[in-house]
């Protein structure tokens, strides 16, 4: 069972809508959780990261949110547009004693349709 | 901007071929990562490496193994390539924090 759960799986908006994707994570003690977008045929680019003590982290139309206690985090989008269709990547990391540990989820297919 | 290149985009080997992945990276990172990308599995970690000539085993290195001879080049090769590594693969690169920075990756088909 992979200890980073992304839902939806897929989905499909409309342009201009908001949309919001959600990360669950039973991997712990963590010392960050990062999102990623991928294009596809793309490798994946770093959108945004949190430390354990943040709740909330914005960059542009994308905002994440993190809340430790219940271990979930979420990646809201704000106005989307055609090009936002990607895959998102939800990524929780953990410092262990060889380092940085990196648990992926399986990411949410994103399309943004006219 | 930190800039990871892969030798190819796309590759298509015949079954127990020797197969080599390069991926460059040019800003000086000591730690490089190759993971293979399945859908339904995530990004799965197949070798890292912290310096050059050292390289540690990730969470499935069977059927590959790695060379870092000069700190901005890893490879990645599969001695003898089969079915099952059809895959995308992903070079990353780090300096010291959990950032890391990704290739375009390389869809390799095994036929």
């Known amino acids: 069972k992979n200890q980073v759960e992304q839902s939806p799986q897929s989905l499909i908006i409309l342009e201009g809508k908001n949309c919001t994707l959600q990360c669950n994570y039973t991997v712990s003690p963590f010392s960050n959780l990062r999102w990623y977008k991928q294009d596809t045929g793309r490798g994946p680019v770093s959108l945004t990261i949190m430390t354990f003590s943040e709740n909330t982290k914005s960059n542009g139309r994308y905002t994440a949110t993190l809340d430790a206690d219940t271990k979930q985090s979420s990646l809201h989008i704000t106005a989307s547009q055609l090009s936002d269709s990607a895959s998102y990547i939800c990524v929780v990391i953990l410092l262990t004693g060889g380092g940085n540990k990196l648990t992926f989820g399986t990411g949410t297919q994103l399309k943004v349709e006219l | 901007d930190v800039k990871v290149t892969q030798s190819s985009r796309y590759l298509v080997k015949r079954t127990g071929e020797k197969v080599f992945l390069e991926c460059v990276q040019d800003m000086d990172h000591e730690n490089m990562f190759w993971y293979r990308q399945d859908p339904g599995l995530g990004l799965r970690l197949i070798y890292f490496?912290?310096?050059?000539?050292?390289?540690e085993k990730g969470d499935i290195p069977e059927g590959y193994s790695v060379s870092r001879e000069k700190k901005e080049r890893f490879s990645l090769i599969l001695e003898s390539a089969s079915t099952n590594q059809t895959s995308m693969y992903l070079c990353a690169s780090s300096l010291l924090a959990p950032e890391q920075f990704f290739g375009p990756g390389t869809r390799l088909t095994v036929l």
């Open positions: 490496s912290y310096d050059v000539k050292m390289k």
